[in-house]
């Protein structure tokens, strides 16, 4: 039986003109080089679920502080409305701050919902970006939007712009987004190539995925590295707003509803509606919520001058 399988063999090279062991020795170089790339994929792919995962996770601790940002938002309203001795000034600057800051938390979230990124990712993404410094332009990639924001994003993650030495987008990764462009190269089974050019050809094809996703490998850690220390520096930012919002809110709305009534009918009246205690409060308050906006590089030109003090 194998003298009569090898001499099929013979024959079928006299027959192909050596196109059978040629077409053979192609499927074999395809399968070695896609073997390769599968495993340098699990790697990526390894790397960008982490990342999304952290970056999602900046979105949701981002999406509840906004909730008792709100809550603040509505109390500092009342005071600047009150005009009871307050700095009110102080008032309509941090408010101006909170309405940019929701601009562009929305904006995120509308970027998300056209995308597989969702509200969470696309969230984080945009508190990403903001930490991200400058572009290679030289303008800040908080300022920027759509490609160019994207294309800088991956310019900085992929160690600098090419004219500055760095890896440039191609060793990048897209944050706008939440998503790791990992090159995909769907799998051809050996009986799929009938002929020897067409195995070769997407040896090729394989060979510049590798050649791509090894570019990344070498990014994705950088990437990694960044996106944990900006959830670790959000993750500070949203516990220190929140706890700070519900301890001055304790204080200067003691019972809850009773205490807004309490304060309108004073106000009404032309009294100040806040007890020292209060409007101390309110003034940390605008603080805090100075110091969590700062964090994304939110502010107000018109209230640098503006006193911080009540």
Known sequence: MGIFKDSLKVINEIVTLGGASRLEEA???YQERHDEYLILYKEAHGYKTEIEENIRAMGDALTQARTYLEMSQKIIKRSVNDTSGLNVEFGKHTLNKVDKFNSEFNSAISVGAGSI??????VGSW??????????????????SGVAATNAT??????????????????????????VAIPMVYFAAKGCHKKAKEAEEAKTKVEEAISEIRKQIEALPLALGAVKARKHEIDQLCYAIISDILKFTKIIRPRGILSVMKQKLLSLLGKNPYTPEQSEALGQLNL????????FHISDKSGQNAKTEN
């Open 27 to 29: 499927k074999r170089a």
């Open 117 to 122: 990124a969702g509200g969470s990712l696309a």
């Open 127 to 144: 508190a990403l970006v903001t930490a991200l410094g400058s572009a290679s332009t030289g303008a800040a990639i908080s300022g920027l």
């Open 154 to 179: 991956l310019a900085w993650f992929g160690g600098g712009a090419l004219a500055a030495g760095g890896a440039g987008m191609a060793g990048g990764m897209a944050v706008l987004g939440g998503i």
């Open 288 to 295: 805090s919520i100075t110091r969590f906006l700062a964090g």
